[in-house]
């Protein structure tokens, strides 16, 4: 488990931010904030783009919070709803299982890969339908992915350094399209980015279960343990990370 997560370190996460001037839409869907969330089950709520969509009273759209993360509520339904500072419309494109590019590394389950996601966003809210007139101003971006890209690929042979950074030009490719969807990203001024460093963040709770309020650092699927199986944090880790996430992002538009 151990030697898994490390792996995270070569992936580590990144989140991006605008904050470039522009107009105002004066009504509450104009006014709200907007979160584009990429990832895998770390992040996945089980949203379906072609569902009920966030809109104020129902930030997520679909499903019903916690959503199907298989733990409960994970760090994007708190940060959504428990840290934010403003009302914040997320939409969330994740996937279980999913990898960074499914030909590099092959996901166990039938899922979306970092592409796909950026593809489905290109399609649907990128293009600021009325259902989502989003503002660079007022657009949170988040990526998290590694878990499920170092667990598929890490007992093979050949230089894994060198695969992750393989791994890490197409990460990087993605969040240039992202980059590149936002009406004024015709140059990166405006954009302001944040790395929360996941691996890091494990680790702390994990070298010290106890102070943070778990029963050790491998026990799963008990209250009180920190992990809620043998592969996923429970809620009361994603509830840390969250709390990171938003301490990160304090005194921002968010939180
Ligand atoms: C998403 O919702 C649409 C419309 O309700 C439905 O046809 C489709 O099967 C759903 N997709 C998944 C993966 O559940
Ligand atoms: C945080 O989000 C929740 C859910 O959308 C909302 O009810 C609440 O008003 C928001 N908090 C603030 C301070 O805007
Ligand atoms: C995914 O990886 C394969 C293998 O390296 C590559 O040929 C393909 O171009 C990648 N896809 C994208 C969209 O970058
Ligand atoms: C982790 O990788 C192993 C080996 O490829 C695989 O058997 C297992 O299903 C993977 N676990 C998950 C949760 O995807
Ligand atoms: C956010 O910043 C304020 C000062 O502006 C500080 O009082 C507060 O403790 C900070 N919150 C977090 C979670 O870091």
């Given at each position: 488990?151990?030697?898994?997560?490390?792996?995270?370190?070569?992936?580590?996460?990144?989140?991006?931010?605008?904050?470039?001037?522009?107009k105002r839409v004066a009504d509450s869907l104009g006014w709200a904030k907007y979160w584009f969330a990429f990832g895998d089950s770390y992040t996945s709520r089980g949203f379906n783009v072609s569902g009920t969509l966030p809109?104020?009273?129902?930030?997520?759209?679909?499903?019903?919070?916690?959503?199907?993360?298989?733990?409960?509520?994970?760090?994007?339904?708190?940060?959504?709803?428990?840290?934010?500072?403003?009302?914040?419309?997320?939409?969330?494109?994740?996937?279980?299982?999913?990898?960074?590019?499914?030909?590099?590394?092959?996901?166990?389950?039938?899922?979306?890969?970092?592409?796909?996601?950026?593809?489905?966003?290109?399609?649907?809210?990128?293009?600021?339908?009325?259902?989502?007139?989003?503002?660079?101003?007022?657009?949170?971006?988040?990526?998290?992915?590694?878990?499920?890209?170092?667990?598929?690929?890490?007992?093979?042979?050949?230089?894994?350094?060198?695969?992750?950074?393989?791994?890490?030009?197409?990460?990087?490719?993605?969040?240039?399209?992202?980059?590149?969807?936002?009406?004024?990203?015709?140059?990166?001024?405006?954009?302001?980015?944040?790395?929360?460093?996941?691996?890091?963040?494990?680790?702390?709770?994990?070298?010290?279960?106890?102070?943070?309020?778990?029963?050790?650092?491998?026990?799963?699927?008990?209250?009180?343990?920190?992990?809620?199986?043998?592969?996923?944090?429970?809620?009361?880790?994603?509830?840390i990370w969250a709390q990171d996430v938003a301490a990160l992002l304090n005194n921002t538009i968010w939180f």
């Amino acid at each position: 488990m151990f030697s898994k997560l490390s792996g995270l370190v070569a992936l580590a996460c990144a989140a991006f931010t605008t904050s470039a001037p522009t107009k105002r839409v004066a009504d509450s869907l104009g006014w709200a904030k907007y979160w584009f969330a990429f990832g895998d089950s770390y992040t996945s709520r089980g949203f379906n783009v072609s569902g009920t969509l966030p809109a104020p009273g129902n930030p997520f759209g679909n499903p019903a919070y916690p959503g199907a993360t298989g733990v409960g509520a994970n760090w994007l339904d708190f940060d959504t709803t428990v840290y934010n500072r403003t009302l914040i419309l997320t939409y969330d494109y994740a996937a279980a299982g999913a990898t960074i590019n499914t030909t590099l590394v092959a996901p166990t389950l039938a899922t979306r890969d970092f592409i796909q996601q950026v593809d489905e966003f290109e399609a649907g809210a990128a293009q600021r339908p009325t259902s989502a007139p989003w503002t660079s101003f007022g657009a949170l971006f988040s990526v998290w992915f590694g878990i499920n890209d170092i667990n598929n690929s890490y007992e093979e042979g050949g230089d894994r350094e060198t695969f992750s950074d393989v791994l890490l030009d197409e990460y990087f490719a993605q969040v240039e399209r992202l980059q590149r969807a936002q009406a004024f990203a015709s140059s990166h001024w405006g954009v302001r980015q944040f790395v929360w460093d996941s691996n890091s963040a494990f680790n702390v709770v994990l070298d010290n279960p106890t102070k943070y309020g778990f029963v050790d650092a491998t026990s799963y699927g008990q209250t009180g343990d920190f992990w809620a199986n043998d592969f996923h944090p429970s809620s009361n880790a994603h509830n840390i990370w969250a709390q990171d996430v938003a301490a990160l992002l304090n005194n921002t538009i968010w939180f």
